[in-house]
């Protein structure tokens, strides 16, 4: 009898249809949308968070956006089991390649920050934009060209397994195209620069041709293997085509070319990944949450959205263009441009699939402003206000002096810089205003004697040539400043919004009562 039931279950089990529910584990709601995989299909919970798949896999992985991913047994179906995902809005710090270790100072400082504060995640830099890896792989290609000659990770597993008992969330960052070190040593996986040789950026740096089978595969075996180790998340950096015109691919240099290719590696980054429970998220430039074109490096937020996860914007406000969204200096106002962003990318994806970079370093183009926690806390306070799912913190030195507990206060206590009128406009008033009062004290003082009306005929004729002077001297300083900044918008590659619109209404944009 025990045989024939085991021959029973084993025989569903092989060929079974699984379903089940999943829900809230706070709330007890059910999850709409929620993808569960095997390790050949997915398929998403219904409204009433059902879901029933065809399966021979041993184990499941469940995801839903704003929860931890999970990993399931098949076998718990025969109970009819209610799958609960607990939800996470991540508040990460990003470590890079030097300071992702255990023995790092910067790597302890932060463990202390996440004990003490609501921080929640790190960012693990595992391959950099020079093509080193920071663990000791088991992969050949990057062994045999030497990307393991410095490694800061000694045991993978076990330094995620740590993380985890903390109840860190873990990222891995992964820069994609950008890899000096494959580039140099695979020559034709690489862009060619108009000579055809290898391309070297301004950097110093040279990248992998997108359309390049092999050079995907190459960082796609990198993913799987740290997914395999333990992390909850795949980010794919610099998963796009150089910000420059001119040089040589596999396929025509074309918007539909350049979609086409990156589209082409996340179908098969989730494809490989699907057997993990691991999300996929991918990094933007803030600029690509406004441009309805590619910005000329293969990424819109639409096209992205269709494979990855999440999307994250590079929202730093020191990244923005002088007079982007009507201002000057765009670090003086880190609520609006990280809240106007974020509502520019909702129409191609739910806020929730949102997570943006935000800015924990020092201003570089504009006042070298100190970013302290008052700026932080802004962009937070944008995001939240936005429903992001959290957000990820980006200091190049991997230190956050100013982020503490006073920090997150300033997130739910501070007000918001209130936007000042535009400087153009108010100019024009006050001068205005002027020539009101000038003109009516003329009227009063005005003499009908012939030696007062000279006097007065001298004095406009001085006014008028010196007003004609000083006007084309303004006119003349106008088209020069004209021509500088054609001159560096010629320089910049792919950006569409460097100037306000003309009747740019920016509290219809942030949708805002009174908080401006």
């Known amino acids: 009898m025990k045989r024939i039931l085991l021959f029973i279950l084993t025989t569903i089990y092989i060929y079974g249809s699984f379903s089940g529910t999943i829900i809230d584990r706070k709330s007890g709601k059910v999850i709409k949308g929620a993808i569960v995989s095997d390790t050949k299909q997915s398929v998403k919970s219904d409204e009433n968070g059902t879901f029933q798949i065809d399966t021979k896999a041993e184990h499941l992985q469940i995801k839903a956006y704003g929860y931890l991913p999970t990993k399931v047994s098949s076998f718990e179906q025969f109970s009819g089991t209610t799958y609960k995902l607990n939800p996470f809005k991540i508040k990460a710090f990003y470590t890079n390649f030097y300071a992702a270790n255990a023995k790092s100072k910067s790597f302890v400082n932060i463990l202390k920050k996440i004990k003490n504060t609501q921080m929640n995640a790190v960012i693990i830099d595992i391959k950099d934009v020079k093509g080193n890896i920071s663990y000791d792989t088991k992969l050949s290609e990057p062994k045999k060209i030497g990307a393991t000659k410095i490694t800061t990770?000694?045991?993978?597993?076990?330094?995620?397994?740590?993380?985890?008992?903390?109840?860190?969330?873990?990222?891995?960052?992964?820069?994609?195209?950008?890899?000096?070190?494959?580039?140099?040593?695979?020559?034709?996986?690489?862009?060619?620069?108009?000579?055809?040789?290898?391309?070297?950026?301004?950097?110093?740096?040279?990248?992998?041709?997108?359309?390049?089978?092999?050079?995907?595969?190459?960082?796609?075996?990198?993913?799987?293997?740290?997914?395999?180790?333990?992390?909850?998340?795949?980010?794919?950096?610099?998963?796009?085509?150089?910000?420059?015109?001119?040089?040589?691919?596999?396929?025509?240099?074309?918007?539909?070319?350049?979609?086409?290719?990156?589209?082409?590696?996340?179908?098969?980054?989730?494809?490989?990944?699907?057997?993990?429970?691991?999300?996929?998220?991918?990094?933007?430039?803030?600029?690509?949450?406004?441009?309805?074109?590619?910005?000329?490096?293969?990424?819109?937020?639409?096209?992205?959205?269709?494979?990855?996860?999440?999307?994250c914007p590079m929202l730093y406000p020191s990244g923005f263009h002088k007079w982007t969204l009507g201002f000057s200096d765009p670090t003086l106002y880190p609520y609006q441009i990280v809240k106007a962003s974020i509502l520019k990318a909702h129409g191609d994806i739910e806020p929730i699939r949102i997570r943006p970079w935000l800015q924990s370093f020092r201003d570089y183009a504009f006042s070298r402003k100190e970013y302290k926690e008052y700026d932080i806390a802004q962009q937070i306070k944008a995001s939240d206000d936005c429903n992001a799912s959290g957000w990820l913190l980006w200091s190049p030195s991997s230190r956050y002096p100013y982020v503490n507990n006073h920090m997150f206060h300033l997130v739910k206590s501070s007000g918001i810089k209130r936007v000042k009128a535009n400087a153009k406009r108010s100019s024009k008033s006050k001068k205005s205003h002027k020539s009101k009062k000038s003109g009516n004290r003329s009227k009063k003082n005005s003499n009908p004697e012939k030696s007062s009306s000279k006097k007065s005929s001298k004095k406009s004729t001085k006014s008028r040539s010196v007003n004609a002077y000083a006007s084309k001297k303004r006119s003349s300083s106008k088209k020069q400043l004209k021509k500088i900044d054609k001159t560096k918008r010629k320089k910049t590659v792919g950006v569409d919004i460097t100037k306000p619109k003309p009747r740019f209404d920016l509290n219809k944009l942030l949708k805002s009562d009174d908080d401006f």
Do not use: C
Request: hydrophobic share 40%; net charge positive.
């Open 153 to 311: 990770i000694h045991n993978l597993p076990k330094f995620i397994k740590d993380l985890k008992e903390m109840g860190i969330y873990t990222i891995a960052r992964i820069a994609v195209f950008k890899d000096t070190r494959q580039a140099k040593n695979f020559p034709s996986r690489a862009v060619k620069g108009a000579n055809g040789k290898v391309w070297i950026d301004t950097h110093n740096t040279a990248w992998i041709d997108p359309h390049s089978n092999r050079g995907q595969n190459y960082t796609l075996n990198i993913a799987v293997e740290v997914a395999k180790a333990g992390f909850d998340e795949v980010n794919f950096d610099y998963i796009r085509f150089p910000a420059k015109k001119g040089l040589r691919f596999a396929k025509a240099d074309t918007q539909a070319n350049r979609i086409s290719a990156i589209e082409n590696f996340l179908f098969r980054a989730k494809k490989r990944l699907r057997a993990y429970p691991v999300f996929i998220s991918v990094d933007i430039f803030g600029y690509v949450a406004w441009n309805k074109t590619d910005t000329h490096i293969g990424q819109t937020v639409a096209s992205l959205a269709k494979h990855a996860d999440y999307i």
